[in-house]
């Protein structure tokens, strides 16, 4: 099966660790190429996400990128856009983007029902933009406070028997489950 989403170190491991089938079938299922109505939603409201970018040599960078919601929009089926605002003057982002258009956005719902989403595409850099905002400083200050009040029951605890999220027990996913290996103790 030709894949967009895994390569051959992707493809070893699910083979070694017999997760192929469930790796195949996350793709057929849940992978899109377009954003839904719900997506849009999310990521309009989001107040903030991480970007990860690499520099001509492959090497990473992450980045937590915040602002008010709606900093970030949905602007076409497969296309957002965000504005860059005033950091630190390293410009690790913008300067990687400049030698590797190459991404990963990572927006994270951490209040009310827990939610990911994950954007893997290319980026450009766009002086001039219409939906250009204005400046303002980007640093600690617009981390939001969180209080975490319970960890998740998935995180694997000493003791505790793991539980299996229901999506594992769906009949999409079910058939191809690999047995649970064993977590540290």
Avoid at 55 to 71: I, T
Avoid at 136 to 148: A, E, G, Q, S
Avoid at 163 to 168: A, D, L, R, S, Y
Wanted: with cysteine; aromatic share 10%; charged share 25%.
């Amino acid at each position: 099966m030709t894949s967009l989403l895994y390569h051959d170190g992707n493809r070893a491991l699910q083979d070694e660790f017999g997760s192929t089938a469930l790796a195949e079938r996350m793709e057929e299922k849940i992978v899109r190429t377009a954003f839904t109505p719900d997506d849009k939603t999310f990521i309009e409201s989001a107040i903030y996400f991480f970007l990860a970018t690499a520099d001509a040599q492959g090497r990473p960078d992450c980045s937590f990128k915040g602002g008010p919601e709606g900093f970030v929009r949905v602007t076409g089926p497969a296309e957002l856009a965000f504005p860059d605002y005033d950091g630190n003057g390293m410009y690790k982002s913008l300067g990687n983007l400049d030698v590797n258009p190459h991404v990963g956005l990572l927006f994270i719902a951490m209040h009310g029902t827990p939610r990911r989403l994950r954007i893997n595409g290319e980026a450009r850099i766009v002086r001039g933009d219409p939906l250009l905002q204005e400046i303002f400083p980007n640093c600690p200050r617009y981390i939001p406070t969180l209080t975490l009040t319970e960890p998740s029951p998935y995180t694997p605890a000493k003791g505790k028997p793991p539980i299996e999220p229901t999506w594992k027990q769906s009949d999409r996913f079910k058939d191809v489950i690999p047995p649970r290996l064993p977590t540290a103790p």
